[in-house]
């Protein structure tokens, strides 16, 4: 006969392993980020919102609660970004040109198309047409969160090209953010990055292979950049692609390099901690006034469509136009009904797309709200059509 105390331990022991096991999963980080923004949005039109506001604009060693997050925090999401980015180029499924033909189209199409929608509805207001990258990005733990829903009905193909297009796409994001989205630049901290960056260089060609000297000379790179101008979290991917990778005599893949160790320290902290703190941050908009009109203003139209509608078109146009011409072949025992839910998929932007808006607008709160309403509103009906696509059955082959 069990003791009360094994009546009480025996529902935590299987509540321990089912979280587990669902942290295990390809869908738990965005399941998690998903319920991250819900709670924002209910935190945010609830009696606790004064609480939620003023908590994020409080200040802590001279920066916001708020700029930590996405300052700081961030920074660690992007040297994941940029990890990923260095190893599939290198080591992975992006090795080859080959590879990379059809998810770089793919991707190329997803940023451009989407970003002269949003153009198309701001052209007469100079003031927003510089949000026009908010809807070019895609969210690949949402993205691929929901194609890890659907189960077995996805081949695994189509989850390696939306990979393979997220991580283009996630590369051109960091390219327009350094390009187009940077303060007036201190000259004497541009050059103390600069040395910085050369010394992590010099790590990578003398052999260092312990990774503490790349994470300290990280932390010095991620304030003077901080100092500098541009965004502090590009020094988060400058800094990975300086960490080597290289395979170790014996081993067919290079897992036991400096910049495997790092990726796999960091995917879980990032995925259950830092992107879900940032979207409890930053999603959290308050309705109080808003109507129906509002998600007609040129701003989160833009955003919107250029989602829902701008990466369909993109992404599909694109790949339809590739293989049509010979370029490319269809992802493996994929049809092009399931190519079309991905396509649609792709217009989940939430993480990257509020990142970059908060950049696009950070001295208008209320510009900020219209790009989180947009952002939702776009990725939400791209999840939820994406998904109704992948569910259809595919039609047998003749």
Not at 158 to 179: E, H, P, Q, R
Not at 293 to 308: C, K, W
Request: hydrophobic letters at 55%; one cysteine or more.
């Amino acid at each position: 006969m069990a003791t009360p105390l094994e009546i009480i331990a025996k529902p935590a022991q299987r509540l321990a392993t089912a979280l587990r096991d669902f942290l295990r999963t390809e869908a738990a980080g965005g399941l998690i980020l998903m319920g991250t923004a819900v709670l924002a949005l209910v935190v945010a039109n609830s009696p606790l919102a004064p609480a939620y506001f003023s908590t994020l604009k409080s200040y802590i060693l001279g920066l916001s609660v708020q700029h930590w997050v996405n300052d700081a925090l961030m920074a660690l999401f992007f040297l994941l970004v940029g990890l990923e980015i260095k190893r599939e180029m290198t080591d992975g499924q992006l090795r080859q040109w080959s590879d990379r033909v059809l998810p770089g189209i793919a991707a190329f199409g997803g940023m451009v198309v989407p970003a002269l929608i949003y153009a198309g509805f701001n052209l007469a207001s100079p003031g927003t047409l510089r949000g026009w990258a908010i809807p070019s990005a895609t969210d690949i733990a949402f993205a691929l969160g929901v194609l890890s829903l659907l189960g077995p009905r996805v081949p695994v193909s189509l989850k390696v090209f939306l990979t393979a297009l997220a991580i283009l796409d996630d590369l051109g994001a960091v390219l327009i953010i350094a390009i187009f989205y940077t303060a007036d630049l201190s000259v004497p901290m541009l050059g103390a990055s600069a040395l910085t960056l050369a010394a992590l260089v010099a790590l990578n060609l003398s052999g260092v292979q312990r990774l503490w000297p790349y994470l300290l000379l990280g932390a010095v790179l991620w304030y003077v950049v901080l100092q500098s101008g541009v965004h502090a979290t590009l020094a988060g991917v400058a800094l990975a692609l300086t960490i080597p990778i290289r395979r170790t005599p014996g081993t067919p893949e290079a897992q036991d390099s400096p910049l495997i160790r790092l990726e796999h320290g960091l995917a879980k902290w990032v995925a259950f901690g830092v992107v879900p703190i940032f979207g409890f941050a930053n999603a959290g908009v308050s309705f109080a006034g808003m109507s129906f009109a509002s998600l007609l203003a040129p701003v989160p139209l833009g955003i919107m469509l250029g989602l829902f509608l701008g990466k369909q078109v993109g992404v599909f146009g694109c790949v339809w136009a590739a293989v049509r011409l010979g370029w490319a072949s269809l992802p493996a025992r994929a049809g092009w009904m399931q190519l079309y839910g991905v396509s649609l998929l792709c217009g989940i932007g939430f993480t990257m797309s509020l990142f970059i808006g908060l950049l696009a607008f950070s001295g208008s709160e209320a510009l900020q709200d219209e790009v989180k309403i947009g952002v939702l509103a776009g990725s939400v009906l791209s999840a939820v059509v994406g998904a109704a696509v992948m569910c259809l059955p595919r039609r047998k082959p003749a």
